[in-house]
């Protein structure tokens, strides 16, 4: 099914074309909520409630635009939302590093690999996602729509309104940030 | 964590694996790259940390079902009310109950007001001032039932 | 229509009862409150709930996310106004709660945390008749503390 076709079907309230709707999309939203909201539920109710948005509001959509970038738009709106930003902070502030919900050791991982190695990586991990964490919302939301959707410089400015040269420098604090975190950790890590 | 290299800035290794400086800038610090291990190493560290990002963003087993979706957003149209709740008021009783539901609803609204509002929807407690040598000070409620919460943190 | 005027007769007196019960409640508002707290440690090292919070914690749990509770402290506090109580925590650190009026339906509440003898946190409130607000943060040991506190005008 072409995009104009699912748009169409979409607003005849097909649940056929929901399906494909969500089937297509979800995985990168998904990410995209994530890496803004370090939450894996509440990504999850994030990306359920742009879909649920997007099969309201078909009608509005423009046929000359792209389906994935008005979902894009949605789903990085949703997660700026003061209310859910407000109760993420608090949640992050209680959140120890090790939570339920901790995805551990991730499908990647090697069959071969031995428990020592599967735990460094698992440190790593974790310390990149704890420096993801630490980076200002604003910083942080520049570094998920280059790194997971693959922005360039322009198109960043132009979807969150703001200048090239902005984008520039949130992304190289991002990256230095992340980087240092890391390093740090390692040296750590370093035996004495 | 800073860039032993005097040449190039981490601002522009940063720019320079985006892609975001002028054709022959690229092509110098590409070059660079080929004598300078300082720099060599950063662009690999940069480019680690936004390739790593990406692999973790994604989470295993986080998935939505569309059938589900696509239920709980038709359920209120099919739903809108339990089957009672049209015969309640039927019969000759009808006027009778109408007339004491009013009654009570005046009466409840008068109380309310005399008190504080509506009960269910204000916070448990309005904070009025707090002082604390701490800077992580936050005041919110719980979704459903308003409690509300101050923490503060002496770390 | 018989019906309709007792029933209108009925509400009315009901209304009255209401009403006088309401001015009762503000003649006795000089009389002590009375002021439930519970101390609560917070952990994300234990996955235990104990059995006097199973009522409390689904509600502190849409906003937190430890995986246990553990009840330290539970005192009741009968206090006039401007009467202060106090609850000695762990840590050499102290909860003094003083209530000072009451307004409407909600009580005013000063709460100090004393840390040794330093007021290290101070806010006033104005909690709800029989309802409660929790304070948190402290660290102790693994987690932190939680004071649960219900407030009550006799």
């Given amino acids: 099914m072409d995009e104009q076709n699912l748009v169409e079907q979409l607003r005849q309230g097909d649940k056929k074309a929901f399906t494909v709707l969500v089937n297509t999309f979800q995985k990168r ?96 991990r974790d ?66 | 964590m800073t860039n032993s290299c005097g040449r190039y800035s981490e601002k522009q290794i940063s720019r320079y694996i985006d892609g975001a400086l002028s054709r022959p800038e690229l092509e110098q610090i590409r070059q660079h790259l080929d004598s300078c291990s300082a720099c060599r190493d950063l662009a690999a560290q940069f480019r680690e940390v936004t ?36 015969r309640f008021f039927r019969g000759r009783f009808r006027p009778l109950l109408a007339a004491a539901s009013v009654a009570a609803l005046l009466i409840i609204g008068g109380i309310l007001l005399m008190t504080n509002g509506i009960a269910t929807d204000s916070p448990s407690a309005i904070v009025t001032s707090i002082d604390t040598e701490y800077t992580a000070v936050m005041i919110l409620e719980t979704p459903d039932t308003h409690h509300t919460i101050i923490w503060y943190s002496d770390t | ?13 009901a209304a009255g009862v209401i009403c006088c019960c309401y001015q009762a409640q503000t003649a006795f508002a000089q009389n002590p409150v009375i002021t439930h707290v519970k101390v609560i440690q917070a952990s994300t090292q234990s996955r235990s709930i104990d059995p ?11 906003v937190f996310r430890y995986t246990g509770y553990t009840l330290l402290q539970d005192k009741t506090l009968s206090l006039a106004f401007q009467q202060q109580g106090r609850i000695a925590l762990p840590d050499r650190r102290t909860l003094v709660l003083t209530p000072t009026s009451s307004q409407g339906q909600r009580i005013q509440y000063d709460i100090q945390i004393l840390n040794r003898k330093e007021a290290v946190f101070q806010t006033r409130v104005l909690l709800k008749n029989n309802r409660s607000m929790t304070i948190g943060g402290p660290r102790s040991d693994h987690g932190v503390l939680l004071f649960h506190i219900t407030g009550s005008l006799q």
């Fill in chain 1, 29 to 124: 939203l998904l990410k995209v909520a994530y890496g803004i909201t370090l939450d894996p539920e509440e990504s999850r109710e994030i990306v359920q409630d742009v879909f649920i948005a997007v099969f309201r509001q078909i009608h509005s959509f423009r046929q000359e635009a792209i389906l994935h970038t008005w979902l894009r738009k949605m789903t990085v709106n949703h997660c700026l939302n003061w209310k859910r930003r407000w109760k993420r902070r608090f949640r992050w502030h209680h959140d120890p590093i090790t939570m339920e919900n901790d995805p551990g050791l991730s499908q990647e991982d090697s069959p071969m690999d031995t428990p020592e190695t599967l735990m460094q990586k698992k440190q790593f």
């Fill in chain 1, 127 to 192: 310390g990149l996602m704890d420096a993801v964490r630490q980076l200002p919302e604003k910083t942080r939301t520049v570094f998920v729509l280059y790194a997971l959707e693959g922005l360039s410089y322009e198109e960043i400015a132009d979807f969150l309104q703001i200048r090239r040269g902005t984008v520039a420098s949130r992304l190289y604090h991002a990256r230095k940030q992340v980087a240092q975190v890391l390093n740090s950790k390692k040296n750590q890590e370093k035996p004495v």
């Fill in chain 2, 51 to 86: 390739q790593t990002f990406d692999e973790l963003a994604e989470q295993p087993g986080m998935a939505i079902d569309p059938d589900r979706l696509y239920r709980s957003i038709q359920q209120p149209a099919e739903n809108p009310a339990g089957p009672e709740a049209g």
């Fill in chain 3, 1 to 13: 229509m018989f019906s309709f005027i007792r029933l209108t007769r009925l509400t009315a007196i």
């Fill in chain 3, 52 to 62: 006097a919070l199973r009522r409390i914690v689904p509600e502190l749990e849409s």
